[in-house]
């Protein structure tokens, strides 16, 4: 059973970088047919998909955040990793990693599983 | 951006009550739709996606339809495990969520 467990600092200065890890257990990150995805949930509001990287390392970001996001894949280790420079307070917020499926032959695709997510504070 | 919006936010029902959530995307998404079960502390959970294709090991009272801009989660008897906020998801054009739908217990 594929399991997701976000790691990361959960507490990072005004304009620093944020950077978060997810560990893949139960599977292969390598695997055809994935995308590895990063969302975020602001307290109070909805979910946001950031971004992903898929099985041969090709990404693809959410242009609202794409100047200053970037996802990479240690297949070493069986994990994928997200970086957000020059954060602010509008950037706190609980953040999940999660597998995305695309089902086979069509763009029917969804996430499955998610980590239990990481609250990063952005504070001054 | 493709705006999901859910309705109703938040909602009061009893154990057995029949429940409903609906969802609605700001352009037609055909049934590129999906939708999750977030506890407190946990990770969400897929529940249907494909707009009414139920996810492997969900139980039966939970069923979605719809097509185009109009969707629906349906509970036929709620249970007390169900008492969760419901988001719905557009996977048509890259992704988009809608606010959720807290279920409470009334």
């Known amino acids: 059973q594929l399991q997701l467990q976000e790691s990361g600092s959960g507490l990072v200065k005004t304009s620093q970088t944020l950077s978060l890890t997810c560990a893949v257990s139960?599977?292969?990150?390598?695997?055809?047919?994935?995308?590895w995805s990063w969302i975020r949930q602001p307290p109070g509001k909805g979910l946001e998909w950031i971004g992903y990287?898929?099985?041969?390392?090709?990404?693809y970001y959410n242009p609202s955040l794409k100047s200053r996001v970037s996802i990479s894949v240690d297949r070493s280790k069986n994990q994928f990793s997200l970086k957000v420079s020059s954060v602010t307070a509008a950037d706190t917020a609980v953040y999940f990693c999660?597998?995305?499926?695309?089902?086979?032959?069509?763009?029917?695709?969804?996430?499955?599983?998610w980590g239990h997510g990481t609250l990063v504070t952005v504070s001054s | 951006d493709i705006q999901m919006t859910q309705s109703p936010s938040s909602l009061s029902a009893s154990v057995r009550d029949r429940v409903t959530i609906t969802c609605r995307a700001s352009?037609?998404?055909?049934?590129?739709l999906n939708w999750y079960q977030k506890k407190p502390g946990k990770a969400p959970k897929l529940l249907i996606y494909?707009?009414?294709s139920l996810q492997s090991g969900v139980p039966s009272r939970f069923s979605g339809s719809g097509s185009g801009t109009d969707f629906t989660l349906t509970i036929s008897s709620l249970q007390p495990e169900d008492f969760a906020t419901y988001y719905c998801?557009?996977?048509?054009?890259?992704?988009?969520f809608g606010q959720g739908t807290k279920v409470g217990i009334k």
């Open positions: 494909g707009a009414s």
């Open positions: 990287i898929n099985h041969s390392g090709s990404t």
């Open positions: 998801q557009q996977s048509y054009i890259s992704w988009t």
């Open positions: 352009q037609s998404i055909s049934t590129f």
């Open positions: 139960g599977g292969s990150i390598s695997s055809g047919g994935y995308f």
């Open positions: 999660a597998r995305g499926i695309w089902s086979g032959g069509s763009r029917y695709n969804w996430f499955d599983p």
